[in-house]
């Protein structure tokens, strides 16, 4: 059951599985959310999600968020508050946003506006400081534009919104009141959903399975091994999902989305106090900036700059550090980051847990260690010190919302002049991101000069084997990466 | 007030905030509409030696699966050759040809059979995939054309520095937001209703009506507005538009096709690859005495509209600059690709990039010439067309209202280019991680269909007793707000708010023998038209008024003024009507208050035979001035500020043009730098979604970007002294490739020669990589896009 523009509405058996933005244009005739690319890389089919704040939290304020609808699930909608453009305006007045758009001719097609109206009206809702509107409109593409008219009306329109909340009424909580749809958003939907196929035999798998807790996830996934675990949905929602396997839908355990700070598993002898940072499984993108800052002193802002260019706002809502890891794409996003900090992963299944370091987990082109019954749960983070070396770069064609060519996280310090805890790891240069364990060799014990980088990076290529793929051939990609580990010294310069 | 020059709203303004706005797919459905989806070819160049079909008609709900021998009519279509199959016939061309047309009742079922159909497929051969295996192969669309004037040989000979080179371009995908779109419908006797995301509903129904056999007059096309055209849906629209139509004549019910993204990118054309060699002298002083080019282009796999392009880069490789002695040929090249086809520019781009590559390189070779222009813009101005002299096209039109010099000057000035070149060209020496560029790019576009018999338009004004207005012209809108400067224009003719007008779809019941929207020239033939119209009806209404205030005696109906919803006697205000009341008693006394107008753009000849004639109206005239930063580690491209300028003479809608001015040069800037086509060896694109297929962003967008009209009267013969601006901003873009060869000359001439359009970081990176090895003209002809480079080997 969702809410829809305000209204409860029940959503029938399968069409669980149904992407939302179907569900809205076949389902419901709502032809407002439009579909432009169908694999979250436009945002022409951005609706408003909420998610009915916990009874026990509190919290009166709704976080509006901008959803791919085209990616999204039905079920894993159960129990929020979808807005589509249909539910934006009002009979007698159009939201900010909508308004400054007319106004500022940010509208050419007109294909693509809904998207843009309904992810301006999330940032203006959500933000409260004066929005980057470059980034938080990145997760949408206008083909007609060319951008100017857009980010000029999203100005005026946060101007105006400014105002309006001055006087305490931003649009949306206005326009759908907490009070109107909280009440009844309440206890039926913590309680586990599993949806079967009507006609099938009792013993038949089940279509769609949304458990309560993660035991109960566990004791499903025991009974149905052969399960699709959907997290956030940014990559299999892509394809779509494998009708023939039990769906365990799991975005919204919020036990699996906590984090904390905890002294390192294995702490070095001498080092002062190493900390591990415990993220869980479903830690959205979006969360990790503000966790680092809190957490990582002076490498929190060389991280999230990264994180900043993985997807747009829609996919970081959405993506989980969890789903990063276990659908083990070979560019990683987050994954060489992790490899060089010896990140670990915590695996449960219904009778046992253990702890696997990240660089054992991949065994292969988008292929992970996991055994049957398992899900991943937890991801130590052992954060960097402050005297360490951090460098983090991704090489794309496109600056932002775009898979990199390459991507090299290097960790590394000094010590008497030396190299020392040299960690490389890289993307998009072989099947799985990975470890330059050879290259680090070279460069560990060496003399912190100009020439150690350059003679290492000379060696890279014993480390990977790139590929010639639709984002960059082999020679480009082995090129780009020997120059990048050439010029980390000019890093460690820079900062001397 | 006029209504001319206000930056009204988009007419559908409302409707697309709110979503209600309709495109194809959003219509709503008959009951019993089917699902209408296509089989492709998985193979380029093979024999197609049976398609079987049982397995699919077998799924559940699967009504139809239809093949080209199933086609009442014609087989092929093409708009000047008609060569293209509407189903693959015997072979198949290229990876993404439609083969066969499924009609099912529902998504599912369309889905379950389009794995069923089954192709038997034999290799004929290795597919040819690029214009140099083409060449190779000597495959060709076209004849060699040719334009030319004076005596290359001889100049050349005579000429201080002789420089040779090889420009090479990609295509660009379209990307319009709405893939292509059609629902036909069978009506009475026969008939068949079409609505179709279609540039050209008039071809839409001419290709339609012929494939089914039928006359003209029992096919309807209707377009309402498209999610986006670029040119892409100009003739390309035709082919999804006949799958509906023979599902729907098949079945007798309404059908529906709307391709998927990926399918879209697979199936339809793109902007033609091109390459460019040359050859050019200039003297001491920097003028271009001679200029050899030739020019081929990738046309893909059937005709399509491929030597009108060809023809347009030719008329374009002059951009700005008068050329003497010049020898301009060019030719189609036939590969295993999708049909290529219009895209905004239609070959200008192609010319235009062409010719600016051969300026930076020419301005390196000058730059320690003695006396010579000591940059390239001082290079660009002192080769501009002149005002009296030297302003002779190589096609024979005069250059007259030419804006150029004032332009490039006055930009120059307001970007600081001086200045800004000195620092930029020093900071490169010292940088070692940025390189930084900066270079300014003319523009001067023709305006008209080259093919002068399409140079015409339609437009049906309907005024209803209350004061209200409908219009329709042949110009579809595609958000690039043809329909709200219409009205604009309509109100101003009968003096009324333009909110009273409203723009109707176009259909070919109404508004017949429309040429496309395209060429720029909507508003200047739509809008004509529909003025011509609007103007019969205030006649009428005039000639009425004189009467009911008995001024028959005086024939002069300009004595009756229309102006803010009044009818008013000129010489004696008081005696005025509102103009709701003057149409409801006008309708009583059996005045039409209906009337078509038409309009023919005078004076346009071109001999494609001789290569000489005055195929354009006017130019429309721009500049820009684009400054890159590249990642020398990298060869990221970012452009961080932007200046132009340009000439539309006296802008309808300054808001709407300022977004067609903007957005065409966003676009641009996609096709010079991230948009990148990738295709394996066997033929098929790899870049078939946005995930891999990358057009700007928010923060692509210079974060200086200024935008300024050239303040100019406009041209006497336009509607309103307004220009067109469709298309010449995409070619404002070419600067940012222009800033990254100046980037590159400052590493060395080498680097700067071996960059290839679009400049993708790894495009750059190569050069860079290859910046102090040696580049000899054998090596150049042999040169390609990286992204070519290992797409032709084998697998």
């Known amino acids: 059951m969702v809410w829809l523009n305000g209204e409860a509405r029940v959503v029938a058996g399968s069409d669980a599985l149904l992407p939302a933005s179907s569900w809205l244009r076949d389902v419901m005739h709502l032809h407002g959310t439009k579909v432009a690319c169908g694999t979250g890389d436009c945002g022409a089919c951005t609706i408003l999600v909420a998610t009915p704040p916990l009874e026990a939290s509190g919290e009166t304020v709704v976080r509006w968020q901008p959803v791919n609808s085209c990616l999204r699930l039905m079920v894993q909608l159960h129990g929020c508050h979808i807005v589509t453009v249909e539910g934006l305006a009002t009979a007698s007045e159009l939201a900010p946003a909508q308004r400054a758009m007319m106004a500022r001719h940010a509208s050419q097609c007109g294909f693509c506006t809904p998207g843009f109206a309904l992810t301006m009206t999330a940032a203006l809702e959500s933000d409260p400081s004066p929005v980057n509107w470059r980034d938080a409109l990145a997760g949408n593409v206008c083909r007609c534009t060319g951008y100017a008219a857009l980010l000029e009306a999203a100005t005026q329109a946060e101007a105006e919104a400014v105002a309006e909340a001055g006087r305490g009424a931003r649009w949306m909580q206005t326009r759908y009141p907490l009070g109107s749809w909280q009440p009844q958003a309440r206890g039926p939907f913590e309680q586990s959903l599993i949806v079967t196929r009507p006609a099938a035999p009792v013993t038949d798998a089940p279509v769609v399975c949304r458990p309560a807790t993660v035991s109960e996830a566990l004791l499903f996934l025991q009974q149905w091994p052969q399960s699709q675990i959907v997290a956030g949905a940014t990559d299999v929602g892509v394809d779509g999902v494998d009708h023939t396997r039990p769906v365990l839908s799991i975005d919204h355990l919020t036990e699996l989305a906590e984090w904390s700070v905890e002294p390192a598993l294995e702490p070095a002898a001498g080092a002062e106090g190493p900390r591990t940072l415990v993220l869980g499984a479903l830690t959205r993108w979006r969360d990790l900036p503000e966790i680092l800052t809190q957490m990582a002193g002076s490498h929190a802002a060389t991280m999230s700059a990264l994180i900043a260019r993985v997807g747009g706002p829609q996919i970081r809502a959405a993506g989980t550090v969890g789903g990063n890891i276990m659908t083990a794409s070979p560019i990683g996003d987050l994954l060489p980051l992790l490899l060089t900090l010896n990140a670990s992963v915590e695996l449960r299944s219904a009778h046992a847990t253990r702890v696997v370091p990240l660089q054992a987990m991949s065994v292969g082109y988008r292929a992970v260690d996991r055994r049957s019954g398992e899900l991943l749960t937890r991801v130590f983070v052992p954060l960097p010190r402050a005297g360490e070396q951090l460098r983090l770069e991704k090489v794309s064609r496109r600056h932002d919302v775009d898979i990199a060519t390459v991507s090299l996280a290097a960790r590394w310090r000094e010590e008497h002049g030396m190299l020392r805890d040299v960690h490389l790891a890289v993307g998009g240069m072989g099947p799985a991101a990975a470890r330059l364990t050879h290259t680090e060799g070279l460069l560990n014990g060496a003399p912190c000069t100009a020439a150690s980088w350059a003679a290492a990076a000379e060696r890279c290529h014993l480390d990977v084997t790139p590929r010639s793929d639709v984002r960059g051939s082999a020679s480009y990609r082995l090129l780009v990466l020997q120059t990048l580990i050439t010029q980390l010294y000019r890093a460690a310069e820079a900062s001397a | ?795």
Request: glycine share 8%; hydrophobic share 45%; aromatic share 6%.
């Open chain 2, 1 to 795: 007030m006029s209504h001319h020059g206000q930056s009204l709203p988009h007419e559908s303004a409302r409707g697309h905030v709110t979503g209600s706005a309709a495109f194809i797919d959003d219509l709503p459905r008959r009951q019993d509409e089917l699902f209408v989806g296509v089989v492709t070819s998985p193979q380029a160049n093979a024999r197609l030696l049976c398609v079987h079909t049982a397995e699919a008609l077998a799924v559940p709900g699967v009504v139809a699966v239809l093949t080209a021998r199933d086609i009442p009519g014609a087989t092929h279509f093409g708009p000047l050759v008609q060569d293209e199959p509407v189903l693959a016939i015997d072979t198949v061309a290229y990876v993404g040809q439609p083969v066969a047309i499924i009609a099912a009742e529902s998504a599912a079922a369309l889905q379950a059979a389009r794995a069923c159909v089954r192709l038997e497929l034999e290799p004929i051969a290795a597919p040819i995939l690029t214009i140099e295996q083409a060449l190779a192969a000597q495959r060709f669309l076209s004849a060699p054309h040719v334009i030319a004037r004076g005596n290359v040989v001889t100049a050349l000979a005579s000429a201080a520095i002789v420089r040779r080179g090889v420009f090479h371009c990609l295509g660009q995908e379209h990307v319009y937001f709405e893939t292509q779109a059609a629902v036909a419908t069978p009506g009475d006797d026969g008939q068949l209703q079409l609505h179709v995301s279609t540039q050209g509903p008039s071809e839409t129904q001419h290709v339609v009506a012929t494939v089914l056999d039928k006359p003209l007059h029992q096919v309807i096309c209707t377009t309402r507005r498209l999610g986006g055209g670029f040119g892409g849906k100009e003739t390309q629209a035709n082919l999804p538009a006949a799958c509906a139509a023979l599902a729907a004549h098949h079945t007798g019910r309404a059908a529906r096709l709307v391709y998927e993204r990926a399918e879209d990118m697979r199936i339809t054309g793109k902007r033609h690859p091109f390459r460019v060699e040359w050859e050019a002298g200039v003297d001491a002083s920097g003028t271009m005495v001679g200029l050899r080019v030739h020019l081929y282009s990738d046309g893909g796999a059937f005709t399509d509209l491929s030597p009108s392009v060809m023809d347009r880069a030719m008329l374009h490789i002059d951009n700005a600059y008068y050329l003497e002695h010049v020898h301009i040929e060019g030719r189609v090249c036939e590969t295993h690709h999708a049909p290529a086809t219009a895209f905004r520019g239609f070959g200008g781009p192609q010319g235009i990039a062409a010719m600016e590559s051969i300026m930076q390189d020419l301005a390196l070779a000058l730059r320690d010439l003695p006396g010579a222009p000591r940059h390239a813009l001082a290079l660009q101005q002192h080769n501009l067309y002149g005002h009296d002299d030297r302003n002779t096209t190589p096609y024979g039109q005069v250059v007259t209202d030419n804006h150029l010099p004032d332009i490039l000057t006055a930009l120059a000035d307001e970007s600081d280019f001086e200045a800004r070149l000195a620092a930029i060209e020093a900071e490169n020496r010292r940088d070692s991680r940025w390189l930084r560029g900066l270079a300014i790019a003319p523009v001067k576009f023709g305006i008209s269909f080259v093919a002068t018999f399409m140079n015409q338009a339609n437009a049906q004004v309907l005024v209803y007793p209350d004061g209200t207005v409908q219009v329709s012209t042949g110009g579809t809108e595609m958000g690039q707000g043809l329909n709200t400067k219409i009205r604009q224009l309509v109100a101003e003719v009968l003096g009324i708010e333009p909110v009273t007008v409203a723009m109707m779809a176009t259909s070919t019941d109404k508004n017949h023998n429309t040429s496309p929207t395209a060429a720029s020239a909507s508003t200047d033939l739509n809008g004509a038209a529909a003025v011509q119209a609007a103007t019969t009806i205030r006649d009428r209404l005039a000639r009425w008024a004189l009467q009911q205030w008995g001024l028959e005696t005086t024939a002069d109906l300009s004595r009756i003024g229309f102006a803010q919803g009044m009818v008013f006697d000129c010489e004696a205000p008081d005696r005025r009507l509102s103009f709701a009341d003057a149409c409801a008693a006008a309708r009583f006394a059996r005045v039409d208050l209906g009337a078509r107008g038409f309009y023919a753009t005078p004076g346009l000849h071109f001999d494609r035979s001789t290569g000489r004639g005055a195929p354009f109206l006017y130019y429309t005239q721009g500049a820009a001035a684009a400054e890159v930063c590249i990642d020398r580690y990298t060869g990221m491209i970012r452009v961080p500020r932007v200046d132009l300028r340009i000439d539309i003479g006296r802008s309808i809608n300054p808001g709407i043009d300022r977004g067609q001015i903007i957005g065409g040069f966003v676009q641009g800037l996609g096709w010079v730098t991230t948009e990148c086509l990738v295709y394996d060896a066997h033929g098929a694109v790899l870049t078939d979604s946005l995930c891999t297929y990358k057009v700007p962003l928010a923060s692509d967008l210079p974060a200086h970007f200024s935008c300024i009209l050239h303040d100019t009267e406009g041209p006497a013969e336009t509607v309103a002294r307004s220009k067109a601006v469709g298309e010449p901003p995409l070619m404002l873009a070419i600067s940012v490739f222009s800033a990254v060869r100046h980037a590159l000359g400052c590493v060395s001439p080498e680097a700067a020669q071996r960059v290839c359009l679009p400049a993708t970081a790894e495009e750059v990176l190569r050069a860079l990589s290859l910046a102090h090895v040696p580049f000899p003209h054998d090596d150049a002809m042999q040169w390609t896009h990286s992204a070519t480079s290992w797409q032709g080997a084998p697998a």
